[in-house]
């Protein structure tokens, strides 16, 4: 009850507007999220063990980066979840060979326990649950950690901590943006290890 009252209170002294038009209401806005140019494709992906790779947008597009930098980084914009993962909901709709992933398990791109600590939440997560709810499909969260807080490079910095969870899984690996492909691939390289029959990965945007 107390949460609910603080988020009203938050919402009359810091009401939602749109991070494009400025209207208020919500931090993107129909009108604006309709200007977007959503993808309805996906092409394979291009690193070692991750099996395919589907994105609704382009990085390069400064509502979504703008979007992303104010979900992930301060003032940390945490509903900016919900928004985002719309944009990955409305890529799916779009495609032309519309993907089943009913067989699937959803896994979000881990945080380091400092950094989660430092953010409050992990982003990846966020689309995580907003995918599960869209997709019907379970959600697992402690099975992979990152177990290196790495700035630079990120070899070797995921493990599987139950093996048994994994093997055998087709699993859908979330993320916010794709632009190297550094992480996504060390968590595939891991979960592959651990046994995943198959990996797919699936972000917000793509660099």
Same mark, same amino acid.
């Given at each position: 009850?107390?949460?609910?009252?603080?988020?009203?209170?938050?919402?009359?002294?810091?009401?939602?507007?749109?991070?494009?038009?400025?209207?208020?209401?919500?931090?993107?806005?129909?009108?604006?999220?309709?200007?977007?140019?959503?993808?309805?494709?996906?092409?394979?992906?291009?690193?070692?063990?991750?099996?395919?790779?589907?994105?609704?947008?382009?990085?390069?597009?400064?509502?979504?980066?703008?979007?992303?930098?104010?979900?992930?980084?301060?003032?940390?914009?945490?509903?900016?979840?919900?928004?985002?993962?719309?944009?990955?909901?409305?890529?799916?709709?779009?495609?032309?060979?519309?993907?089943?992933?009913?067989?699937?398990?959803?896994?979000?791109?881990?945080?380091?326990?400092?950094?989660?600590?430092?953010?409050?939440?992990? $982003?990846?997560? &966020?689309?995580? %649950? /907003?995918?599960?709810?869209? *997709?019907?499909?379970?959600?697992? +969260? !402690?099975?992979?950690?990152?177990?290196?807080?790495?700035?630079?490079?990120?070899?070797?910095?995921?493990?599987? $901590?139950?093996? &048994?969870?994994? %093997? /055998?899984?087709?699993?859908? *690996?979330?993320?916010?943006?794709? +632009? !190297?492909?550094?992480?996504?691939?060390?968590?595939?390289?891991?979960?592959?290890?651990?046994?995943?029959?198959?990996?797919?990965?699936?972000?917000?945007?793509?660099?």
């Amino acid at each position: 009850m107390w949460i609910k009252i603080k988020n009203l209170i938050f919402d009359i002294l810091f009401p939602k507007t749109c991070f494009s038009c400025k209207r208020e209401g919500d931090y993107l806005c129909q009108d604006c999220q309709a200007l977007l140019n959503i993808s309805g494709f996906h092409r394979p992906s291009p690193i070692q063990n991750l099996d395919d790779l589907y994105w609704a947008c382009d990085y390069k597009n400064h509502l979504i980066g703008k979007l992303i930098r104010n979900f992930k980084y301060e003032p940390f914009v945490r509903e900016l979840g919900k928004n985002l993962c719309s944009l990955i909901v409305a890529h799916l709709q779009l495609a032309d060979n519309k993907p089943d992933f009913s067989e699937f398990t959803l896994i979000p791109v881990p945080l380091h326990r400092k950094r989660l600590k430092w953010r409050g939440f992990n $982003q990846a997560e &966020e689309l995580a %649950k /907003g995918l599960t709810d869209f *997709l019907k499909i379970p959600l697992l +969260l !402690t099975d992979l950690n990152r177990v290196k807080e790495t700035k630079e490079g990120v070899e070797n910095a995921f493990i599987c $901590q139950n093996l &048994e969870t994994i %093997k /055998g899984k087709k699993i859908l *690996l979330v993320d916010d943006f794709y +632009l !190297t492909g550094a992480t996504m691939a060390e968590c595939a390289k891991a979960l592959r290890k651990a046994g995943a029959e198959k990996i797919i990965g699936i972000v917000v945007a793509r660099g």
